[in-house]
């Protein structure tokens, strides 16, 4: 399999965390691409028509995407223990993952609007907005980490991403300061093999 990614995409972290967490890393190859809104990878458009990472080229030809969809791929084809329930738990950890990827999506779009778009078409209250969602939705992780406890589903994957990519593109925002439940948690998964070896630098 042959994986398109970034080592500073939060979404393509999701998906290298889970390959390191099943055992599938030798099974996949990684290709860094270079991504931008406003210069398609014409490497990537050949195969994934948004011209997003991550996308998955899979053995017999199919390319995957987004990451919610290639992480549950990857989650069918090993035999440790499941990232994504297939019982009640399920639904849970569907819903934080998309928590999760819902705050990544507003910090890309930020990052995008503070580095991408040129100053003069920036605008404030739009960011603004987008920062509402993140401050909101780390609250609500904040709230729901202390139950937690060693549980390290995909739910907890995209929660070490949102807070990766914070701490990589947004440090001066200092998401810690008012949630220090969600700091001691991250601080409890940080070491994580699968976690260190995604660190974005
Ligand atoms: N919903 C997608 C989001 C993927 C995404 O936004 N990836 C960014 C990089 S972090 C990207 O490829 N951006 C390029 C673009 O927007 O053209 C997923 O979960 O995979």
Known sequence: ??????????????????????????????ITAMVSPVSPNTDLAAR???VKIPALETNDGKVLYDS????????????????????????????????CDGILDAA????YETFVRP?????NDWIKGQFTKINNGLD?????????????????????????YLDFR?????????????AQWYTSVVSRGSVTATMPA
Not at 108 to 111: A, E, F, I, N, P
Not at 140 to 164: K, T
């Open 1 to 30: 399999m042959r994986l398109w990614h970034n080592p500073a995409s939060p979404f393509a972290r999701k998906v290298r965390i889970v390959a390191r967490e099943t055992g599938l890393l030798p099974r996949i190859e990684e």
């Open 68 to 99: 919610s969809v290639i992480c549950e791929y990857l989650d069918s084809l090993h035999n440790v223990e499941r990232l994504i329930p297939s019982d009640a738990a399920r639904w849970d950890a569907l819903r934080l993952q998309s928590l």
């Open 119 to 123: 100053e003069p078409y920036r605008w």
């Open 170 to 182: 947004f440090a001066d925002e200092n998401w810690r300061a008012s949630r220090p439940r969600l």
């Open 48 to 50: 994934n028509p948004l």
């Open 108 to 111: 890309v779009l930020c990052r």
């Open 140 to 164: 609500a992780l904040a709230a729901e980490a202390p139950a937690w406890g060693a549980g390290f589903g995909i739910g907890q994957v995209g929660a070490v991403c949102v807070l990766g």
